[in-house]
């Protein structure tokens, strides 16, 4: 690199002025907090990432698919990047001021409330495999690196490791993973719990070209981020930074994980900041005049200098917000609807052939992305999307949180994805911080900051062989409890279906997009249609599948627990008993005010843990609903007394029988329900 040391000496006095920023933060926040340690080791590498020229960046149009991309795994360190953001025109600088409280611009970990952050972080051990996916994505646009900086300390997270196993196997050359070492952690912050000083041997046994930088000198940083971006190689990146937590500060304090600095400890800190700054700047004489001003413009400095041509200062020139609010996106998925094959009222069908079907018409427009973890045996996402587009089927292997934070990252650059496992095996942390990021993003979209209409995640989390489906297999593959917890997840659409009429509809209701997360819960058994093939599918509403005008009793149900319950309304008509019958994939509020206020028996029939029940419920609490509660019913899999449980391996004839969900038992208990 041309005028290398000239170059570091400009950036030392950045790296100063951004250490501040972070004092600035603590000093202004809530709680007078500041994750310090990290923040400050984190400075010198950031600072070479954003200023050195050596990556691109487009701080106006945040989502411009051709720049480099950034994700701050070690999400702590918000302080630093927001310091960083402040001072390049993403966010303002009076942003900094009162952070981490209710409403403040920057919050405890970034998320994208702020501007050009693409993904919430903070639960430790996602950032690397987000990060194979956008460099997937640009791998396949043919431009643009992406840099994701961790701690030594989160690689003690497993899913890290999912991530750099992947990024090998994929030689995803474009990406490069800053490891900042700085030696400790929040329960000691002197050294870690689990040693991780043999990390640049561990990404080497993965796979990955290993690069040294002494983080304490900003040429060695610019250094090894050169070779990333000058020297080729067919492999992933680490650059291990080796520093100490809290690098740059002269206080003890600033060592800490976290700290909340008293007004003193801030100043003092600030004033040494200052001191070691004047430094910084007189030692910018050494270098050719030209040299520097031309850097320094670059870098938004003004230099002073005095009668003697001597510099004086170096100013830093505050800057303006830049960022534009992104262009509306068009997420609807463009294909041939007539391709679809029609499903024939005497034929079965299982998810398998319904989906994969549908990813193949679906898969000839680019937007779609299909993510799998081994189990593409039973969704048919990559069996059907791969026959059109092999390019965005995806296989990434045994490792489900790996494969849901990729997926974010391809829904997060405007891809409608679907991702798939069994129903219980979705990561419940990964879950969680993608329903944070989506939310972020939405308030972001509502706020009319930086994105738009279009830009939020389209994800589907395809819940194979869901409620009894995985009969004989046990316990731990049985999905009766994954919807209740799916009802948790602040965001996230629940849709339970059982028809592969339903199935194939709901499928092109997601194919219009913007429909966000979507976890849709399907069946493993073969099965004939319920709904005629013009049927559409709505969310939010709930299906009458047989009906009289004056029933005696009322069964709800979804997924296969319909055709149970339609066939004990066939066994109960014989037997003279007018019946009702209502799937209920989603929850259907109206369809639940009448049930509550039924002068008739309602049995809620499901073969997981009640979720249904538990929300009509908790709906029926919530708007004062005047229930009959002694003509409200439930059986399922819980146990008499309202207790959740696990259900063991058995045959689906077995189990139901075992917890009255077959037709003949639930018929019974219906005639009883109607003699009472």
């Known amino acids: 690199m041309k005028h290398l040391e000239a170059r570091a000496a400009l950036l030392r006095?950045?790296?100063?002025?951004?250490?501040?920023?972070?004092?600035?933060?603590?000093?202004?926040?809530?709680?007078?907090?500041?994750?310090?340690?990290?923040?400050?080791?984190?400075?010198?590498?950031?600072?070479?990432?954003?200023?050195?020229?050596?990556?691109?960046?487009?701080?106006?149009?945040?989502?411009?698919?051709?720049?480099?991309?950034?994700?701050?795994?070690?999400?702590?360190?918000?302080?630093?990047?927001?310091?960083?953001?402040?001072?390049?025109?993403?966010?303002?600088?009076?942003?900094?001021?009162?952070?981490?409280?209710?409403?403040?611009?920057?919050?405890?970990?970034?998320?994208?409330?702020?501007?050009?952050?693409?993904?919430?972080?903070?639960?430790?051990?996602?950032?690397?495999?987000?990060?194979?996916?956008?460099?997937?994505?640009?791998?396949?646009?043919?431009?643009?690196?992406?840099?994701?900086?961790v701690g030594d300390g989160e690689l003690q997270e497993g899913s890290c490791w999912e991530g750099a196993a992947l990024a090998a196997d994929r030689g995803l050359r474009n990406l490069c993973v800053l490891v900042d070492q700085n030696n400790g952690q929040s329960d000691d912050t002197k050294k870690l719990v689990v040693r991780m000083d043999d990390a640049a041997e561990k990404f080497a046994g993965f796979g990955f070209r290993v690069l040294h930088a002494d983080s304490n000198e900003m040429e060695s940083v610019l250094l090894a981020l050169e070779t990333f971006t000058t020297v080729p190689s067919d492999r992933p990146t680490a650059i291990i930074c080796h520093t100490r937590k809290g690098h740059g500060g002269q206080s003890a304090i600033t060592g800490l994980h976290k700290a909340?600095?008293?007004?003193?400890?801030?100043?003092?800190?600030?004033?040494?900041?200052?001191?070691?700054?004047?430094?910084?700047?007189?030692?910018?004489?050494?270098?050719?005049?030209?040299?520097?001003?031309?850097?320094?413009?670059?870098?938004?400095?003004?230099?002073?200098?005095?009668?003697?041509?001597?510099?004086?200062?170096?100013?830093r020139l505050q800057m303006q917000p830049l960022v534009q609010r992104a262009q509306p996106r068009d997420k609807q998925l463009r294909y041939a609807k007539q391709a679809l094959p029609g499903l024939k009222p005497e034929e079965r069908y299982a998810t398998y052939g319904v989906v994969k079907e549908a990813m193949?018409?679906?898969?000839?427009?680019?937007?779609?992305?299909?993510?799998?973890?081994?189990?593409?045996?039973?969704?048919?996402?990559?069996?059907?999307?791969?026959?059109?587009?092999?390019a965005h089927a995806v296989n990434v292997g045994i490792a489900e949180c790996n494969m849901m934070c990729v997926a974010e990252a391809f829904a997060s650059e405007g891809a409608n994805v679907f991702t798939s496992t069994f129903s219980p095996f979705f990561d419940q942390r990964a879950l969680r911080r993608i329903a944070v990021s989506y939310q972020e993003r939405q308030e972001a979209i509502d706020a009319g900051s930086w994105l738009s209409e279009g830009h939020n995640l389209d994800i589907t989390f395809l819940a194979t062989s869901a409620n009894l489906e995985t009969a004989v297999n046990g316990a731990t593959h049985m999905g009766n409890d994954d919807m209740s917890l799916a009802y948790t997840i602040a965001g996230l659409k629940v849709i339970d279906v059982g028809c592969p009429q339903m199935l194939q509809s709901v499928l092109k209701w997601i194919a219009e997009g913007n429909r966000g997360l979507v976890y849709l819960r399907t069946m493993k058994t073969p099965v004939r249609p319920i709904y005629a093939p013009d049927f559409c599918f709505q969310y939010a509403t709930a299906y009458c599948v047989m009906d009289d005008p004056a029933p005696a009793v009322i069964l709800v149900s979804s997924g296969h627990g319909v055709y149970e319950a339609l066939e004990a309304g066939a066994l109960l008509q014989k037997a003279g008993v007018p019946v009702r019958v209502i799937d209920m994939p989603s929850i259907d509020e109206a369809v639940c005010r009448s049930l509550a206020e039924s002068n008739v028996p309602v049995l809620f029939a499901e073969q997981n843990n009640g979720a249904l029940f538990a929300e009509f419920s908790k709906l029926a609490f919530l708007r004062h609903w005047q229930v009959h509660t002694d003509k409200i019913y439930t059986v399922n899999t819980a146990s008499p007394d309202g207790q959740l449980r696990f259900i063991q391996s058995g045959t689906y004839a077995q189990l139901t029988q075992a917890f009255g969900l077959n037709a003949a038992a639930l018929a019974e208990r219906a005639a009883v329900l109607v003699k009472q």
Not at 374 to 389: E, I, Q
């Open 360 to 390: 193949r018409v679906f898969a000839s427009d680019a937007r779609l992305y299909t993510v799998d973890s081994d189990l593409a045996n039973a969704s048919g996402l990559y069996d059907g999307a791969s026959v059109t587009n092999r």
């Open 260 to 315: 909340s600095m008293s007004e003193d400890a801030v100043r003092l800190e600030m004033n040494w900041q200052q001191l070691q700054r004047a430094q910084l700047v007189q030692n910018l004489n050494r270098f050719d005049a030209a040299v520097i001003d031309n850097m320094a413009a670059a870098l938004h400095f003004a230099v002073e200098r005095s009668t003697d041509g001597m510099i004086s200062d170096c100013r």
């Open 13 to 149: 006095v950045k790296e100063c002025d951004l250490r501040m920023d972070c004092l600035l933060q603590c000093d202004t926040s809530i709680d007078r907090g500041l994750h310090v340690g990290g923040a400050f080791s984190s400075l010198t590498a950031m600072t070479a990432l954003y200023y050195s020229g050596l990556a691109a960046f487009n701080v106006t149009c945040p989502t411009d698919t051709e720049q480099d991309l950034f994700v701050l795994s070690k999400g702590h360190a918000v302080a630093a990047l927001a310091a960083v953001y402040a001072d390049l025109g993403y966010i303002s600088r009076s942003d900094l001021y009162h952070s981490r409280g209710y409403g403040a611009a920057v919050k405890g970990h970034p998320g994208p409330v702020l501007p050009g952050v693409p993904v919430a972080t903070g639960p430790l051990g996602h950032g690397i495999s987000i990060c194979c996916g956008y460099a997937m994505r640009r791998m396949e646009l043919g431009r643009g690196n992406v840099y994701c900086m």
